[in-house]
């Protein structure tokens, strides 16, 4: 199975040499040995796949840009969801690839009046989506200020939380889509939050940092699995 890798954003500089680029998280948190390839295209410098169907799944990252702003690529990632849902394509969002892929299916994305959400975060299980099950609770790592406010049509939420209502959604059998991000490991958090104190209050950084020294990276094993499980259901090759 051949999965794209669509990358809205890379790594800050100070991190790519311990981290690598972006596309190293989302290979690593897959697995080499559940898909035979990926490919990556990087939308934020204007590279896309000619066609939804030159992968058999796609992945959105995360970014530091908001969904909002008027950038051309954007729009034109924004016209290769529309098109990938329309011909159902697996797809996978998280972070600013949750928020955009609900933007550009008819829901509403913006900047929270609650702040920052940072650190190992807590939510509730609303619907079963295998493995999780309704009622349970699933902790994962988080950092964004943007969130979706209202789910485009179609989607049903799987979980959320009173600070973000909307955090992990679906729709039908081909779109999964993350507030949080597990594709992110603690010493990656780490240093993340660090640099954010030059953004975020501090106190609030020392809390995320302190959350993650309580829960490491939560549920992020559930997480994966969760992924793995969603692309290997739609295997096709």
């Known amino acids: 199975m051949k999965i794209g890798i669509l990358l809205c954003d890379e790594h800050h500089p100070d991190s790519l040499d311990e981290f690598g680029t972006y596309d190293n998280d989302f290979i690593a948190m897959l697995g080499e040995d559940h898909f035979s390839e990926f490919k990556v295209w990087r939308c934020y410098l204007g590279e896309f796949p000619s066609s939804v169907f030159d992968c ?38 998280i972070c600013f690839g949750h928020q955009i892929i609900h933007m ?15 650190g190992v975060k807590l939510f509730s299980v609303l619907e079963e989506y295998p493995p ?20 485009a049509n179609g989607f049903k939420l799987i979980a959320g939380s009173g600070f973000c209502p909307n955090a992990i959604t ?25 640099r954010l104190r030059q953004k ?38």
């Open 56 to 93: 058999d799944g796609w992945v959105f990252s995360g970014s530091k840009t908001s969904v909002y702003e008027l950038e051309s690529w954007i729009d034109d990632t924004c016209d290769f969801i529309v098109e990938a849902d329309r011909q159902k394509r697996s797809m996978l969002g």
């Open 200 to 237: 975020a209050d501090s106190t609030l950084v020392d809390l995320a940092l302190a959350s993650l020294d309580k829960c490491g990276e939560g549920d992020r094993p559930l997480a994966i699995s969760m992924i793995q499980d969603f692309f290997l259901r739609h295997k096709i090759s």
């Open 132 to 151: 999780l099950r309704k009622d349970q609770h699933i902790s994962l790592i988080v950092v964004h200020q943007d969130q979706v406010l209202r789910k």
């Open 104 to 118: 550009a299916l008819g829901g509403d994305v913006k900047k929270s009046d609650k702040g920052w959400g940072v």
């Open 170 to 194: 679906a729709k039908g059998d081909h779109i999964l889509t993350f507030q949080p991000h597990p594709e992110f490991t603690s010493p990656f958090f780490r240093q993340l939050a660090e």
